[in-house]
């Protein structure tokens, strides 16, 4: 069992930044990708970005690369989502997960979740 904890998110303006971490505990991540997920009121929840914790390579959706990064803090078994340049379109409760799928962007793959963290983002 992985258990994954959320935090970080708020209330920014637009153009801000934001980072959200995800703290695991219960296992090693070594053979896990982590990935971020959002999902915005009566939206499906969507991929955003992924990362290969053995050796770190990461992924991301279209809709955010440029924007956002992923990384890892191996020691402290934490993953994070830099966000920048924010818009009001942002606004969703952000996701961690883990899978043993690498490179995966379908939240089907994904088998452990934290329970959100809140992003709002006003214009």
């Known amino acids: 069992q992985v258990q994954l904890v959320e935090s970080g998110g708020g209330l920014v303006q637009a153009g801000a930044s934001l980072r959200l971490s995800c703290r695991a505990s219960?296992?090693?991540?070594?053979?896990?990708?982590m990935g971020w997920f959002r999902q915005a009121p009566g939206k499906e929840r969507e991929f955003l970005a992924g990362l290969n914790w053995s050796g770190g390579s990461t992924w991301y959706a279209a809709s955010v690369k440029g924007r956002f990064t992923i990384s890892r803090d191996s020691a402290e078994n934490t993953v994070y989502l830099q966000m920048s340049s924010l818009k009001s379109e942002d606004t969703a409760l952000y996701y961690c997960?883990?899978?043993?799928?690498?490179?995966?962007?379908?939240?089907?793959?994904?088998?452990?979740w934290g329970q959100g963290t809140q992003v709002t983002v006003s214009s």
């Open positions: 997960a883990a899978s043993f799928h690498n490179g995966s962007i379908y939240q089907s793959e994904y088998d452990y």
């Open positions: 219960g296992r090693t991540l070594w053979n896990y990708a």
